[in-house]
């Protein structure tokens, strides 16, 4: 089997568009959340969301590209194209041909979705544009990041809402690591923040009126997000052979579905994926010491999540770091497990952890270090990245300090 | 008559590729180096603009040569629609 490395990573994000802007960001403590600039809220009761905001298509695209560029595939195709830059790899030369493109989301094009519905339903357009569905299709974002760079190997989309993206990396993951790829390019993206769909999620009960405060007391729910995150994935020896600079190595990939409730969590469902990274990666429980929570800020995750680390870790819980970048940057769905494991990477480098953030005091049934309000300066040997979705899909990712 | 011909040639300027410019009647439409999508498009931008419905199919083979050719068949179905019933 060949090692996986992480030598590109590319970010869109409520705390900035770029990696860098975006670490800088988490490791701070910043605040992506404010009040609803894109879409409309006046029947709407969400005063919060975590926008990706001052993205100007222009910067990015000329006119005819954003003609066919739906929000997320532009976040994803800005993100794959700074992760590109930065592994310096060119796709020419027959290695589009051995590298995969598998970028998820949990909705696709839904602007373009919902600005065609208005047109047509509401308004009573007689025609409506050409290129919608083309826009919208939840595999837009991998079709455009495969014609923009010329990724010509193993393209597709993953969809499994809330862990879409963890989905898709670890799958690209095991691609690498078998031989089938020579690298892989790999996240998620998206863009539905729209008035429809927001007011959809509000009928689900789980939304924080005021701001995320993961595993804290008096927590409240979630707040939306959106933005994109890609990384770019490579055979060991292949960016050895090119003395690329690896970023890190990802090491294991845990699947498990709940069989259960549609969207109330199941701590067995967690702790069998954790165990499943763990196991993929050959990584004993008292290795890892960061674990990315999914830490969505509803009552019901947070709990869960507690007692699936402690049947996960058991006696080494407690050492554990464990934040939610997600009270930051907000749940960006498909695009989150992207956004996150782009976390990962940036905190084994950089020796730090980011915080949970808006933490306001324990909450008895979530009694583990939750890194609160400030990050902390700490070796990663070894970190988990969790994603455990709507319907009961679960995702989690392992990653590992590079020694070389 | 001739509101149609430059109305027509400011969509396909707007997506030609290969524009030999000006755009004159009599240049192929294939020569502007149009893609599927940019087909979609101008087909679009012609109807909204003049409030008709072209029956183009993609299926089947493009029955026009020339910018010319589509302009007189833009200029038909206007006169069926103002034709008296």
């Known amino acids: 089997v060949n090692r996986v490395v992480i030598t590109g990573l590319g970010v869109v994000s409520p705390l900035g568009h770029t990696a860098k802007a975006y670490w800088d960001a988490l490791v701070a403590g910043r605040s992506g959340f404010g009040p609803p600039t894109i879409f409309a809220t006046d029947r709407l009761s969400t005063k919060v969301v975590a926008e990706v905001k001052d993205f100007v ?22 993100a794959a194209r700074e992760a590109i830059g930065q592994s310096g790899l060119s796709f020419a030369d027959g290695l589009g041909e051995q590298t995969a493109a598998i970028i998820g989301s949990g909705i696709g094009g839904q602007t373009t979705q919902d600005d065609n519905f208005k047109r047509f339903y509401k308004e009573g357009a007689t025609r409506v544009p050409p290129l919608i569905i083309p826009r919208t299709m939840p595999s837009a974002p991998a079709s455009q990041i495969s014609m923009f760079f010329g990724i010509k190997g193993p393209t597709y989309a993953i969809s499994t809402a809330c862990a879409s993206a963890s989905h898709s990396i670890g799958q690209a993951f095991h691609l690498v690591r078998s031989g089938a790829v020579t690298c892989a390019l790999a996240g998620g993206s998206e863009a539905q923040l729209t008035t429809a769909t927001v007011k959809a999620w509000e009928a689900m009960r789980i939304m924080a009126p005021d701001t995320c405060r993961p595993f804290s007391a008096d927590r409240k729910g979630m707040v939306l997000g959106e933005g994109a995150a890609v990384l770019v994935l490579e055979m060991l020896n292949h960016a050895v052979a090119r003395s690329a600079d690896i970023l890190g190595e990802i090491v294991g990939f845990g699947m498990s579905a709940d069989a259960g409730d549609l969207t109330a969590p199941d701590p067995d469902g967690m ?16 290795a890892i010491d960061y674990v990315n929570a999914h830490g969505t800020g509803t009552t019901a995750n947070d709990v869960t999540e507690t007692v699936a680390l402690h049947r996960t870790f058991t006696h080494h819980a407690r050492d554990i770091r464990i934040s939610s970048t997600k009270s930051m940057v907000g749940h960006a769905l498909g695009a989150a497990g992207a956004l996150e494991a782009a976390a990962v990477v940036k905190a084994i480098r950089d020796g730090t952890i980011p915080p949970t953030m808006n933490y306001l005091a324990p909450d008895p049934a979530c009694d583990l270090d939750y890194v609160p309000n400030e990050a902390q300066r700490s070796p990663i040997r070894a970190a988990l990245s969790n994603s455990f979705a709507f319907g009961g899909l679960n995702a989690v990712l392992a990653f590992r300090q590079f020694m070389g | ?31 502007f ?53």
Do not use: C, W, Y
């Not at chain 2, 300027?13 to 192929?28: E, G, T």
């Open chain 1, 271 to 286: 702790t069998r994926a954790m165990n499943a990274a763990l196991a993929d990666a050959a990584l004993a429980p008292d």
């Open chain 2, 33 to 85: 180096g149009l893609d599927s999508l940019d087909v979609l498009e101008i087909t679009f931008s012609v109807e909204e603009k003049f409030n008709i419905e072209i029956p183009f199919n993609a299926n089947r083979p493009f029955e026009f040569t020339t910018v010319a050719q589509l302009v007189e068949a833009i200029e038909r179905l206007l006169s069926q629609k103002t034709a008296p019933a």
């Open chain 1, 57 to 78: 298509p222009g910067h990015h695209f000329d006119a005819r590209q954003i003609g066919v560029l739906d929000r997320v595939s532009q976040f994803a195709v800005v």
């Open chain 2, 1 to 31: 008559m001739a509101d149609v011909a430059s109305g027509v040639i400011e969509i396909i300027a707007s997506k030609a590729r290969d524009k030999s410019d000006p755009i004159k009647l009599s240049d192929r439409l294939d020569s």
